[in-house]
């Protein structure tokens, strides 16, 4: 099955600095990488996905990175405010099927002030 | 339009016990995934619903198990309750392409004591 890795487990940057978040996956025949958001004591939603056909898109601040060779993908915020404080999770397809994901372990972003 | 309801939101049982969640996905959408959420495994997929039919399943022992209703609604089932049962239980419901958005419900917390 899928194996997603995510780094780093914690990230504090200063407000209006940027933020970047690592994850390797193991499957080669993944082809859709989703990020979403858990903001405390909500549900995870979906803030920028990507599939293996392009190897970036952007979203206003958020921005995600795609290396098929290396099966690593990233996310970018950039400029970022208190509100972006949260948890963040990428994920990859499991057996092929986009509903069944295999999550990273998730980063907890803290935007400080 | 209404996003994805799960009931109870809250619940205690006792070991050994069993207990019956319940996900209403967005209306039109016909697929449902359930994942367990706690802070040691992180987000971990349990198993998916698509018209009736269960079409993935997790890594989870028999005691889970689930169904879907004719009208999309699904319930998912954990019999003889163990401490470590106690987690998040989230649903998401998406339109039942192979790649696409879940929209997760805000979970059904599970304390077992």
């Known amino acids: 099955g899928e194996n997603v890795e995510q780094h780093p487990s914690t990230l504090s940057v200063q407000e209006g600095d940027s933020a970047v978040i690592k994850c390797t996956y193991s499957?080669?025949?993944?082809?859709?990488f989703p990020w979403y958001k858990q903001e405390l004591g909500k549900r995870p939603q979906l803030i920028i996905d990507i599939r293996s056909n392009v190897g970036e898109k952007k979203d206003q601040r958020i921005a995600v990175t795609l290396n098929k060779t290396a099966k690593h993908f990233s996310l970018h915020i950039t400029e970022t405010q208190p509100e972006d404080s949260a948890v963040y999770f990428c994920?990859?397809?499991?057996?092929?099927?986009?509903?069944?994901?295999?999550f990273g372990s998730g980063t907890q972003l803290t935007v400080l002030p | 339009k209404a996003g994805v309801t799960q009931t109870p939101r809250y619940l205690i049982k006792t070991r050994g016990q069993q207990v019956t969640l319940s996900c209403s996905p967005i209306s039109g959408h016909r697929s449902v995934s359930w994942y367990q959420q706690t802070p040691g495994q992180g987000l971990q997929f349990l198993f998916e619903y698509f018209s009736e039919t269960q079409r993935n399943k997790g890594n989870f022992p028999g005691r889970f198990s689930g169904r879907q209703f004719s009208n999309s609604r699904s319930e998912m089932n954990v019999s003889t309750l163990e401490l470590g049962d106690s987690a998040l239980y989230l649903c998401?419901?998406?339109?039942?392409?192979?790649?696409?958005?879940?929209?997760f419900g805000e979970g059904s917390r599970l304390t077992v004591l």
């Open positions: 499957d080669s025949a993944s082809n859709y």
């Open positions: 994920a990859a397809p499991s057996s092929g099927s986009a509903r069944q994901l295999t």
């Open positions: 998401a419901s998406s339109q039942g392409a192979n790649t696409g958005e879940l929209f």
